[in-house]
């Protein structure tokens, strides 16, 4: 006769759930809107459901532009941040000791798709991506444009002898 522990292996293993990595399902995207004088002014906060960790550039080129204009002004994406929590379950003791959130914010210079790294299920809320908006300014061009006016100069042909 075997003993049946199959019930205790499923209690313990439920208490640390939280802590396996997944793939990441849902976004927090944050619209920063700054002025002309460079003074952050208004924030934007919206929430995404992604596939399989990937924000496709096509909804991407949506999102920018559905969010460019704020109080009739329009503004220019300035940046694109992803904020991604790639900590592995063995190293949580230490990065909460350490409060070094900036390790995980990552600089996005094209606008393609965007992968966020498997996260652990507990910080799943936490990723993000921070698109920075400026006002536009407009041309500040001094230059004077010259434009030559003058009689139409026909090339003369030389006649051979």
Known sequence: MELDCG????KTEQAFDDFYK???QNLQIYYYYVNKEKDLFH???DSLIINNGVLE???LIY?????RNYNNSNFQPLSLLKYNITINPEDINYFLKDNDFNQFLSVEKNINSIKWQDTITLFQDLNALIIIYSERTSS?????KIYIRGKKRKTKRLKYF
């Open 22 to 24: 997944e793939p990441v």
């Open 57 to 59: 550039k096509d909804h």
């Open 140 to 144: 500040q061009n001094k230059t004077k």
């Open 63 to 67: 999102l920018i532009g559905k969010n």
């Open 43 to 45: 924030i934007k906060k």
């Open 7 to 10: 019930w205790t292996q499923d």
